[in-house]
């Protein structure tokens, strides 16, 4: 299974302003995924990312909102831009790995907007 | 369309006795099934997973899940609760027929195990 870390664990952060996290993978993945999971609910999908190409992004989630960055096979980022209170939640970051799309989750990155 | 439905917010089962947190989906296709546990303040956590083959999949720390076609349905159970067991449980599932690579979970359903 893949080794998942990300950063910020968690940030508090003002209204209007943007914070990026990051994601990082202890091998080369060709699919990550951000989620979002809001407080008491279930996981969210944000965008698919892959590597060389545009982050393809679910329904209701746009780039300028939320850019997506996949330099390499290893990394990714999520921006969350011009924040508001609703954005606070918890980010996660996952990979794709094997035949069957098992996927192994980062441990999250907590955000509150005040 | 892939959908998954979890009919309980919460579960309550006494140590020891059998749990089940119940999970139902929807696919136009072929389903591969997974369950995953949350941890307050942990991501989420692989259990076990469906693929093809026997209906009865085992896990991680003795959890087991059936899959039932006709119904379906792909409940999580454990033949003897443990107070450690007491976390947040997603089912969650991908339509292996087609493109689409990411997970749909389910909403949820929060396991308490009392002493």
């Known amino acids: 299974s893949a080794v998942i870390s990300q950063k910020p664990s968690r940030d508090i952060c003002q209204r209007g302003t943007s914070l990026t996290i990051q994601c990082q993978v202890d091998s080369q993945v060709t699919m990550m995924f951000w989620y979002r999971q809001q407080p008491g609910q279930s996981l969210t999908l944000i965008a698919t990312a892959n590597q060389g190409s545009e982050a393809t992004y679910e329904s209701g989630f746009v780039i300028d909102k939320f850019p997506i960055s996949r330099p390499n096979l290893t990394f990714s980022t999520l921006t969350v831009s011009n924040m508001s209170p609703e954005d606070s939640s918890i980010y996660l970051c996952?990979?794709?790995?094997?035949?069957?799309?098992?996927?192994?989750f980062g441990p999250g990155t907590r955000l509150t907007v005040l | 369309a892939q959908s998954v439905a979890q009919p309980e917010d919460q579960v309550n089962v006494a140590e020891g006795n059998p749990l089940t947190v119940k999970c139902t989906y929807s696919?136009?296709?072929?389903?591969?099934l997974f369950w995953y546990v949350q941890y307050p303040n942990r991501g989420l956590q692989f259990l076990l997973k469906y693929i093809t083959g026997d209906n009865l999949v085992k896990g991680s720390y003795g959890f087991e899940a059936e899959f039932n076609k006709s119904q379906t349905s792909f409940h999580l159970k454990k033949p003897s609760a443990l107070v450690s067991d007491s976390a947040l449980y997603f089912c969650?599932?991908?339509?292996?027929?087609?493109?689409?690579?990411?997970?749909?979970f389910g909403s949820g359903t929060r396991l308490q195990v009392q002493p």
């Open positions: 696919v136009s296709g072929n389903p591969y």
């Open positions: 969650a599932v991908r339509d292996r027929d087609t493109g689409r690579r990411a997970l749909t």
């Open positions: 996952s990979v794709a790995g094997g035949p069957y799309n098992e996927q192994f």
